[in-house]
Each structure stands twice: as structure tokens, then as C-alpha cells.
């Protein structure tokens, strides 16, 4: 099967197990959003959910924040680990959001990378998740061990594996591609044991680099588990990968496909 096939079918796949759209960071805004995948990094999400509403209740807004001393914000976001660096880079985007961009989460991609802490993957959660755009796929620790599994890469840089993804997914799938892939990597395509003995994905996945040294199943159809429809996942392994926000001209709804995450109604 050619790999457009194949990616053609994974994303099918995936989209049957998992229909509705979960949420994995509780953020209500771009700039929340923002804040929650930067603190992700390292962390798991349910930690980064727990400082969350501590942080936007004491400073609301980029502007709020540009005004918080290093000091203060270290002490809030303490337990989300790396906390130095990610106060250094949260007051660093504060300030430019505010100077630079009036206060709002900027819309593009240059933009973005322009502010400390901001990477292309975290770009592409904010872009997707906040203003529905589909300008490239988050790769995280979970996107890239599974594409290259599924012999979808053989690179290891993330910048070569998004465009690999990029190639062979319909862009309007970007984001879902990213977030599914996610919510996969913690459910079956484990990074040291993945369940291909359960996995639905094994008639179009050549497994590469799956050994039985990584705790694989052995590489049989039969008997497997059929797939299923999964909700909630326990939101471990923090990747700030697929997170979703209201948009920040709505607070009432996320800007693609499913309803933003109330913050005190989210996952544990
Ligand atoms: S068959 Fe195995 S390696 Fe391939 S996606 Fe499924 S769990 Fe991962």
C-alpha cells in the first residue's frame, strides 16, 4: 500500500477512535492557551491544569503578567519543573504580546516564533487551538516516535517530520492529526511497550524500529481488541500537543470543532 494510502487510513482509523474532540490543556483563550503549552513542557498536563487557574486568577492577561516579577511567577509555577526558564520566557512573551502585538495572541506563524518560549510546536497548538488555523502539525514526543513507526518518516528532526506529516495528510487534518496521534501515543503506541497486539493500525503499520526489546506484541491480527471510541484520556506525559481554546474573539466556544475546556470543569 503507497503511503498516502496508508496515511489515508490511519487518520481514518484514528477518527473512529476517537470521534469527539478531548481536550488536554483547560484554557480558555489564546493567551491561556499559550501560558498552559509553554508550562507543558516536561509536565504533565493534569500539573500544568492544577497552577492554571492559581496563575490566571492572579494575572488575567499578558498585561497583568509583563507586570509580575520573576520572583512571583517562579513561586506559582514552581511544580510544573524547568520553572526559571519557563518564568523567564512567560514574562518575555507577556511583554511583547503587550508592546508588540496590543495584548492579543498574534495570528501567524513569524509571529509567534518571535516570542521567548514559542517554538513551531507550540505555535501550531496556539494557531490550531485557539484560532483554528492549520498552518503545520505539532510534533511532540508522541508525533514522532509514531510516524516514524508507521514509516511515515525516517527523520529525526521535527522541523523534516512536519513537513513529512504535512505531505501526506490533508491540511484541514493537521491539527486532529497532531492531537489524535497524542491521545494514540499514550493509549497504544506506548513508547516502550507498544500494544500492536491490540492495535488497529497494525494492517497499515510496517512497525519500524519495534522490537521485542520494546515490549511489543507480536505482530498478529487475531484476537485483536476492535476499536473503540475513547473519551477522557488520564493526561499523562505532559506534550502540550493538542490542547484547544476558545478563540480569543469567543468565550463561549473553541474556534475548530469541539466546545473550549471549562477550567474548573476539565480533566483532574
Ligand atoms: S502496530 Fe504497534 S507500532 Fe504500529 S501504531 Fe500500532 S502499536 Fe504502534
Known sequence: MQTADRAARVLELLRLRYPTR???????NAWELLVATVLAAQCTDVRVNQVTPGLFSRWPGPAELARATQEELEEVIHSTGFYRNKATNLLGAARRVTEVHGGEVPRTMAELVQLPGVARKTANVVLWGAYGINEGI????HVKRIAFRMGFTESVDPVQIERDLMDIFPRDAWGDVNHMLVWFGRHVCDARAPRCGECEMIEVCPRH???QKDGAAPRKTAGRAPVKAVGKAAGKAGTAGTAKAAPSNSASRSSATSPAKPRNGGKP
Request: negative net charge; aromatic residues 0%; proline residues 0%.
Open 22 to 28: 478531548e481536550t488536554h490543556l483547560v484554557a480558555q
Open 138 to 141: 505539532a510534533v511532540d514526543t
Open 209 to 211: 524500529g519495534v522490537g
